[in-house]
Structure formats: C-alpha cells, structure tokens
C-alpha cells in the first residue's frame, strides 16, 4: 500500500525554519543558538559607543583642524580627545606649554608651526603696532576656536555616520551613531566652557627645552601683568638695535703690516643675531686671517637654532670654533658640515692662515637639565686632556701657536704647552700670564650676553678683540679691544694694549720699524687707531689674580654655568 506524501510548499518550509529560529532565540536554546542568538542590549549600547567614539576620533584626525594666522605665528589648532582636557601649545622642537585651561574630555592642540616673515618684518618697521598686538591675537584666537569648533562638529558627524554605516550597513544605525557623537561633542563643548579658567596661562606646565624659558623670560605672571612695559621696551629694543649696526659701521678703519697676523677672537653670541653684522664688519675693516670663537654660540643647542649658523662661511675669513656649555653635539655636527669652518674638540689641531691652533669642547652641556654637571673637575680633565694633545704636537714637530677652551678652567690647565690660550664663558674680559708663562685672554660676550643681557641692572656690552701675532714667531704682539654699547647704549670704542712685560715666555714683541708695535693703524701718531677714546692706548696693568674680575665686567648675575 502506497504511502500519501504532502508536497510542503518552499515558502511555507521557510516559515516554518524561521519560527523555529525565532523560538530558539528567545529561549537562547537549540543547536543554532550560538550563531543567531541576539546580542544583549549593553552589549549594544557599548558597540554603538565604541563605533561613535572610533570615528569621532578618525573624523578629527583626518579633517578636525584648522591652520590659522595668531599674531606673527602661523598655528596649526586640533581637538583631541583626552581624560583630563586642558591645552597644550606645542613649538616644536623646543617643546611645550601645558594650560589646565577646563576640564572636559576633549582638548585644544596648538601647535606653533613657523613665524611668519612679512608680519613681523611689519611689526619691526612699526613698532607702534605692539601696542593693538594683543587684541589682535585675541581676535585671531577666537576666530580660529570658532572656525575650529565648526569643523570639528562636521569631523566627529561624519566620521561617526561613515564607521557606523560600515559596520552596521544600515542608513538608520548610521545616523544614530552620527547624531550620538554631536550630541557628546556638545556635551564636552559645554563643560570646556563651564570649566574654562582664564587664569591658567599665569600657571603653566613647561616640557623639554622650554622648562627654562620661566628664567629666562620671566615669570609668566610678570609678563601678563607688566605687558605695557614690555611693549614699549620692545620697541626700544627695535630702535637701539638700528643704532647698534649703525655704531659698528663707523669704527675706525685700518691698514694692515704686511708682516702682521690678525686673529679677530669672539665668543658667547648666544643667539644675538647683530653679532654676524658686527663680526662681517671688523673683517672687511681690519683685513682679519682668522676668527677663533670659543663657544657658547647658541643657547639651547637645540636643532632649530642650526640656521643661525648659516651667515658663517660668509663672514669672510676662516672661522675655527670650539663648543661651549650652551652648544650640543648637534650643533657641533651642523657646523662641521659647512665650508671654511674648521671644529675643535679632544685636542684636534689645524693650521690656518699660517697658525697653528688646537682646542677642546666643553664637556658639559648646561640646557640639559636631566645630567649631572661634572663642575670643576670636569673643566679641569677637559684642560688635561688639552694640555696632552698640545705636547704630542710638540714632540711630533707641529708646535701649537694657540690653544681654545670654552672655561677658563679647562684653558689654565694649558699653561706651560703653549704661548697663547683662549677661553670665554664668563661674559667679561680678563687676561693674566699664567705661573709657567702662558697668557690667558679671556673674551667678553660678541652677543652682549644674547637674552641673558636683559637680566642684568646695567645693559651688557658687546665685546670682541683683535689680537696681532707676528707672522714668523706666531707670537702676540699687540691687541686691541672693540667695545660697543649694549642695550640702549651706542658707543663704540677700540684700545691698544700691549704685552706688560718683554722677558715673559710667549709675549716677546716683535717691534715694527717705526718702534710702534707690528701692525699699528698707520697714520696714528700714537698707534692707537683713529676714533680711539682719550687714553686708549696704554700698557696693561698688572695682570689680576686667578679668577678676578676685570673692571669692565658687567653688573648683575653671571652667566649660566
């Protein structure tokens, strides 16, 4: 007997499975629960979260910023997500400015891309614009917060609605993960403007190479609070600056002996850009063979100071350099690479213009607040470590004429290996004959102490010298001391000096034919060159004890060591 079979139709079946399905699902039960069950309602919730956070996150990274002029600067200001909120002001590579600005999870990024040349060329030429400066960076920050603002909304909303119509592939799920991550950047927007402290910027966190700018600049509170006498120092600054090059530019003029090296020996510009101006000037004057500098070219050694370096191989004339307590390894390497420039360090010798000169760098670098400074032990294995080099040199037939060190600490370590030794560091001028001969000359700051100069009760000077040696000896016979006007100050003053004492090993001068020493501006009745002040040419007086300080030294705070 034939069995009766009912012919299911397909879409019935279907029906079927799917209740089936349905009623598994519910209970959580049956062979295909695991792969159809739905998920839990936090489950959800937390995935709906996540995807609004993500592409909140990747909408503000990809189009969530702004480029915007502040001031003179050009700025690059973002919204990030954060735990704590606040603002960070970065200026790379120097470091960052933290502000506790509000607390929200999210925050302001600034980051300091460059100075713009054609807006501060045009506060420079009008310093009456300082005074409308800070309302225009008010005005230049709240357009740029409200033009940032506008964007991010746009960034968090449609980075949001993309992830989410990606992950979920339906148009409905998508805005709502859209209109989740508009509402949470309004609710941060409003406890950032609930919390905001305008106070913060008297109270800021500083990092990396900026941790020193509070003694170097001031306070931040004084600078707020004593704005208007900033303005107007500025200005003056713009103004004596003008004076300044025009003071170099009118020093006397000379003709060089034939028979007459001349050494122009500079040191501590610290980042003073006159001082190239002043430098190039005294070489075209003085028809100068060689420069020596002893150190403490830049300030904080860092990678962004490198172009101030750049007018070097244009000066005019060899330059040979050792490093100082201010100038990195970096910095070392920067110059080293460029042409006519000749670095010292570990004792390295060279000849230059027919002078044999030798030199160490400093072996402590003082921007880097994370070493331990050696003091003055390490200045004096530094200067012994010099001292040998020197009497290989001796031995090996290659005599040094001159030797460079950044401390006078390191250089008197030298005394007895050489006839000549040069050092810098301490921002005044001193020379002494050291007990077994050696002359130590000790240089003031070619940079008037760079920004340092403005800590000081009375402006500092700007010093450099001229030291001639006797073409054949290499021994000195005679130097001259250029002098100009620090802040506020325009003088300009040259004076001889010559060597106190003729029987001491390394200052036997070589007299011209005229009795004056070799090298004597020609046309001087007194060999003193013409614009020298009253009385500027002199024997030196006795030399000061070890450490004294010069009468010419500056008032207020040494130098940082």
Known sequence: MARDVRRVPFRTAITAISRIQRHYRSRGEGPTSALVSSPHPYTRALGLVAVVVLGAWLGLLIVGSVRTPVGPMDTKMTLRPSLTGGTKINVSPLGALELDSHTAPIRLDVDVDQLDPVRSQALVEHPERLAGLQEEVGNDVAAGTTELAVRSCVAVVSGATALGLAVYRRPRRALAAGGLALALLSAAGVTAFATWNPKSVLEPRFSGLLSSAPQVVGSARSIVTEFDVYQKELARLVTNVTKLYDATSTLPSYQPDPSTLRVLQVSDIHLNPAAWHI???????????????????????????????????????????????????????????????????????????????????????????????????????????????????????????????????????????????????????????????????????????????????????????????????????????????????????????????????????????????????????????????????????????????????????????
Request: glycine residues 12%.
């Open 279 to 561: 430098i190039g000037s005294l070489v075209e004057q003085y028809k100068i063979d060689l420069i020596i500098d002893s150190g403490d070219t830049m300030d904080h050694g860092s990678a962004a100071e490198n172009s101030f370096l750049d007018p070097i191989p244009d000066l005019g004339a060899p330059y040979v350099w050792v490093r100082g307590n201010h100038d990195s390894a970096d910095t070392q390497k920067y110059l080293s690479r460029m042409k006519n420039v000749h670095v010292l360090d570990n004792g390295r010798a060279v000849t230059v213009a027919g002078i044999r000169v030798a030199g160490t760098g400093d072996p402590q670098f003082t921007p880097d607040r994370s070493l331990a400074r050696g003091g003055d032990p390490a200045e004096e294995m530094a200067g012994v470590r010099l001292a040998s080099a020197i009497r290989d040199q001796e031995r090996a037939g290659t005599p040094v004429d001159i030797a460079v060190a950044h401390n006078p600490t390191a250089a008197r370590e030298t005394d007895g290996t050489v006839p000549l030794v040069l050092a810098g560091h301490v921002h005044h001028r001193d020379t002494e004959i050291m007990p077994f001969g050696t002359r130590l000359k000790i240089e003031g700051s070619t940079g008037g102490g760079g920004l340092r100069a403005v800590q000081n009760d009375k402006p500092e000077k700007v010093r450099a010298s001229l030291l001639y040696l006797d073409s054949s000896t290499k021994r000195l016979q005679a130097w001259d001391e250029i002098t100009l006007g620090g802040l506020g100050l325009t003088t300009a003053e040259v004076s001889r000096h010559l060597p106190e004492e003729a029987g001491v090993p390394g200052t036997d001068p070589s007299p011209s034919p005229s009795g004056e020493p070799s090298g004597a501006p020609s046309g001087s009745p007194t060999g003193s060159p013409s614009g020298s002040p009253s009385g500027a040419l002199s024997n030196e007086p006795s030399s000061p004890a070890s450490g004294s300080r010069s009468p010419d030294a500056p008032a207020g705070p040494s130098p940082d060591r």
